[in-house]
């Protein structure tokens, strides 16, 4: 099992930057594909971002290409979403999940955190 608690949510301006981290344990952290999904009230929730095993590959979804980096730390068992240039329509709650070995789609992610809200103010 794998537990993960994401943090560093929070309210900001638009045009503003936030850093997430998500804290995972329980398990082996290198051995899993870590994502970034999120949720905003009334909407499904969306792919945002991933990060391969070792951290050489990831994948973003469009609308946060150029302005949101996924990384991890595999030393610290943590992944982080770097945000900049965020705009109103960022606003949701934002979730980590891990998935064994290879990016997948949301279903196929074993393992979610509880979220952290992000608010971005016009």
């Known amino acids: 099992q794998v537990q993960l608690v994401e943090s560093g949510g929070g309210l900001v301006q638009a045009g503003g930057s936030l850093r997430l981290s998500c804290a995972a344990s329980?398990?082996?952290?290198?051995?899993?594909?870590m994502g970034w999904f999120r949720q905003a009230p009334g909407k499904e929730r969306e792919f945002v971002a991933a990060v391969s095993r070792s951290g050489r590959s990831t994948n973003y979804a469009d609308f946060v290409k150029g302005r949101f980096t996924i990384s991890r730390d595999n030393a610290k068992n943590t992944v982080y979403l770097q945000m900049n240039s965020l705009k109103p329509e960022d606003t949701a709650n934002y979730y980590c999940a891990a998935k064994l070995w290879n990016f997948g789609i949301a279903k196929e992610y074993d393992y979610w955190g509880q979220g952290t809200q992000v608010t971005v103010s016009s």
């Open positions: 329980g398990g082996t952290f290198s051995s899993h594909a």
